[in-house]
Structures are given as structure tokens and as C-alpha cells.
């Protein structure tokens, strides 16, 4: 970074080219969302590495991947505030819509088994 030999980006502050400028900012976006979860969820970085290991590095519910996409997150119970699992970006939502009402959950699941094509 200090030593690269391309032309720094001109303007107030900036210290690198703009191939390390992007390096550092998303080093940052890195750092940001580590201390959100931790401070949020009391999940270190590497807990929360742990529980996607464990969970193959997958969603827990429709085991997809993040696939370059955004970060896997954690999922836990309101009421208690226990960690449940890591959810992707759609099934995470998803339980928070259905207010984790298992009863919602099996009527929107009804439903889809009555008038699906």
C-alpha cells in the first residue's frame, strides 16, 4: 500500500491508489458489521464462525449459501434474546414477518398447499 507504485487518488484525505482505497473501505464495512454483531448479539467472530461451520455454511432453513451475496446473519428468539442459528437475508425476515408464530408459519404453509398449482 505505502510502497505501491500507482498514481494516489487526488483529493482531501486520500492516502492510497484506488485499488487500496477499495481494500480499506471494505475492510471496514468488514469491522463495522463484526462489532454490530457482537455488540447486538454478544457473538464474537469467531462464534459466529463456529455456528456456520456447524451449520455447513448455510442457512438453517433453506440451506442455501451466501453465494458473494450479503453476509449469512444471526438469528435469535425476541422474547428470550437466545441465538437460534444463522439464517440467510430471505428466511431470517421471513420468521420476523411471521412474529415467530409457529401457528402463522403452518397457515402460510396451508395455504401454499391449497392453492399451489
Given amino acids: ?10 483529493g482531501r484525505g486520500h492516502k ?3 485499488t487500496h482505497s477499495a481494500e480499506t473501505r471494505q475492510r471496514e464495512i468488514t469491522q463495522i458489521v463484526r462489532r454490530k454483531r457482537e455488540r447486538q448479539f454478544g457473538v464474537t467472530h469467531d462464534e459466529f464462525l463456529a455456528l456456520l461451520s456447524a451449520q455447513a455454511g448455510v442457512c438453517a432453513i ?8 450479503r453476509q449469512l446473519s444471526v438469528d435469535h428468539d425476541h422474547a428470550t434474546g437466545a441465538l437460534r442459528g444463522i439464517l440467510c437475508d430471505r428466511c431470517n425476515p421471513m420468521l420476523g414477518y411471521a ?6 408459519l ?8 391449497t392453492r399451489s398449482g
Avoid: F, S, W
Fill in 99 to 104: 412474529r415467530d408464530n409457529i401457528a402463522v
Fill in 62 to 69: 433453506c440451506g442455501d449459501g451466501n453465494q458473494g451475496k
Fill in 1 to 10: 500500500m505505502a510502497n505501491c507504485e500507482e498514481p494516489k487518488l487526488r
Fill in 16 to 18: 492510497y491508489c484506488a
Fill in 106 to 113: 403452518r397457515a402460510a404453509i396451508e395455504y401454499l398447499t
